[in-house]
């Protein structure tokens, strides 16, 4: 016996939600480069596609309520279920997050770059990776993997520790610079929230294939 | 009582965990938590086996659902509990069926003495064509009671959750076939209840039934858990994941012999199976 109607809807839930994966890696990807070369246009741009990531969040919402209340799903296609419901509302957090990035962006355009961005393009490189990461662990179904993706957590938070850092430095040292270095902190901040939104996601992973909640990185922050 | 030459003795059941003091046979026999232990049951009509090897624990004022496709043997199994099947020509068994630590099968005990304690209910309701009182007052009747009939027939009707809609002297006395479909079930529970059993057997006991009666029931299995052993064999999986607190899946084997081939908590069952089969089956991927 087969379920095609319910086959398809499972499958299309799980489309949408890699394709919405897909839209908060490029707006996290685009709001550092907005940053870094003080791209208005850009920021506006990733602006206004947050309301998409919105909007597609709730349109899975919707079919996964819907497959719910006709299909009875059960077993695994439940925790499939569940597992979307509850990823999906991570990554629109994460877009949030990178709308938060392009708006700081604007913010700092006609100011002087304080520094060169090293670290911070460098934790947005390893958020964005996990990000890739954790989707490809649920494609797979492989919750070792997973819980080996949680681990980059740690490189996110040291980076963040140490762009912290650095700019109290320089704080401390320029009282001029606190407004440009404050914002910089709330891009870093931003990016290690969405670190730690993809160990969400991990987790969500090894329920789905193994069905238990399993804590699997409590981050520093 | 009954006496019985097979005592239960430290069997290696699978016994769903439903909570951390009930994790053994042993411990939970001890508890009183143990209503009906099957030991390697099989069951054959002629040549044809029907079920092989299944061995459960039923635990006691708790649902335990039975679930799987057709043909799998559950009717058989459910039967099997009450010795309903003693009537079928052709029909054996090998194996204990363990009733407080008893063996309903042992040649002394008396079939009619266990269907008294371990009642059933059927898919189609089908009271007799009596009164809706003289239903519920059946088997106190032929079991020789000479009480208080009256008290008897109330207690079994509110227990069903029947008496309100039956209570008024005319009503009571009307035929049973008047009442719906919804109402006659609920007198075939009643029927059943008035004989003070310890287990009710019900067999599909909703397919006859409209969604709104199939909740009236599904309530009434709930309350009566907290007195009653109940074992349900049903198609219907949602009403299984509603109602039991255990649910065991059955399956045939390749020679078509129904075999247990899952048995654990409800939940854990609908949400995590630990069986391929039983993930295929509650999914809608077979059967």
């Known amino acids: 016996m087969t379920r095609t109607a319910f086959e398809r809807q499972l499958a299309e839930i799980q489309q949408e939600m890699l394709a919405l994966a897909s839209m908060v890696e490029v707006a996290i990807e685009r709001g550092i480069q907005a940053l870094r070369e003080r791209d208005v246009d850009l920021a506006h741009q990733i602006i206004a596609d947050d309301a998409k990531v919105n909007q597609k969040r709730y349109e899975i919402e919707d079919t996964c309520l819907e497959i719910i209340a006709t299909q009875q799903p059960l077993a695994s296609d439940l925790r499939t279920i569940v597992a979307v419901l509850y990823i999906i ?53 492989d919750a070792d993997l997973a819980r080996r993706i949680c681990d980059q957590d740690d ?52 329920y789905l294939v193994e069905g238990r909640i399993e804590e699997l990185n409590v981050s520093k922050y | 009582m009954v006496k019985s030459d097979q005592q239960l003795t430290a069997p290696p059941f699978p016994l769903p965990v439903l909570s951390p003091t009930i994790n053994s046979v042993e411990s939970a026999q001890a508890d009183g938590d143990l ?41 058989t199994l459910i ?58 007052a059946f088997g106190p009747r032929i079991n020789g009671y000479v009480g208080n009939l009256d008290e008897i027939v109330e207690r079994a009707l509110l227990l069903a959750a029947l008496w309100d809609e039956v209570k008024d002297k005319d009503k009571l006395h009307k035929s049973a076939l008047t009442l719906s479909g919804g109402q006659q079930q609920r007198l075939c529970i009643a029927r059943a209840l008035a004989v003070e059993p310890e287990v009710i057997l019900m067999d599909e006991p909703c397919s006859a039934l409209d969604p709104v009666a199939t909740l009236k029931i599904e309530d009434l299995m709930r309350e009566l858990a907290q007195n009653y052993t109940i074992v349900i064999v049903t198609h219907n999986m949602q009403q299984a994941a509603r109602v039991a607190d255990s ?11 129904g075999e247990l081939i899952e048995y654990g908590p409800t939940r854990e069952v609908f949400t995590n199976p630990k069986e391929k089969r039983t993930e295929d089956y509650i999914t809608g991927r077979f059967g």
């Open chain 1, 155 to 206: 490189e996110v938070d040291a980076l963040y520790d140490q762009v912290y850092r650095e700019l109290l430095t320089y704080m401390a040292n320029d009282p001029r610079t606190i407004e440009r270095a404050t914002h910089l902190t709330w891009v870093a901040h931003n990016l290690e929230r969405i670190a730690d939104r993809v160990t969400n996601i991990c987790e969500r992973v090894v």
């Open chain 2, 247 to 257: 649910t065991a899946v059955l399956m045939m084997n390749e020679d078509r012999a």
């Open chain 2, 35 to 75: 209503a009906i232990a099957l030991r390697s049951l099989s069951a054959w009509y002629g040549s044809f086996q029907a079920l092989r090897d299944v061995t459960m624990a039923v635990l006691r004022q708790r649902i335990t659902a039975i679930i799987g496709p057709s043909g799998c043997g559950k009717s």
């Open chain 1, 89 to 141: 509302v991570d990554l629109e957090r994460m877009g949030d997050h990178a709308e938060g990035i392009a708006k700081i962006a604007l913010m700092l355009a006609d100011e002087p770059p304080l520094k060169p961005y090293i670290d911070i393009p460098r934790m947005a490189e390893v958020a964005g990776r996990m990000l890739m990461s954790s989707l490809e662990a649920f494609k797979e179904r």
């Open chain 2, 79 to 136: 039967r099997c509990l009450n010795r309903m099947n003693d009537l079928i020509p052709g029909f054996r068994l090998t194996g204990q069926v363990l009733f407080d630590g008893q063996d309903i099968y042992s040649k002394r005990v008396d079939p009619v003495d266990v269907r008294r304690r371990i009642g059933m209910v059927f898919q189609k309701p089908n009271p007799f064509p009596k009164s809706i009182y003289e239903n519920a």
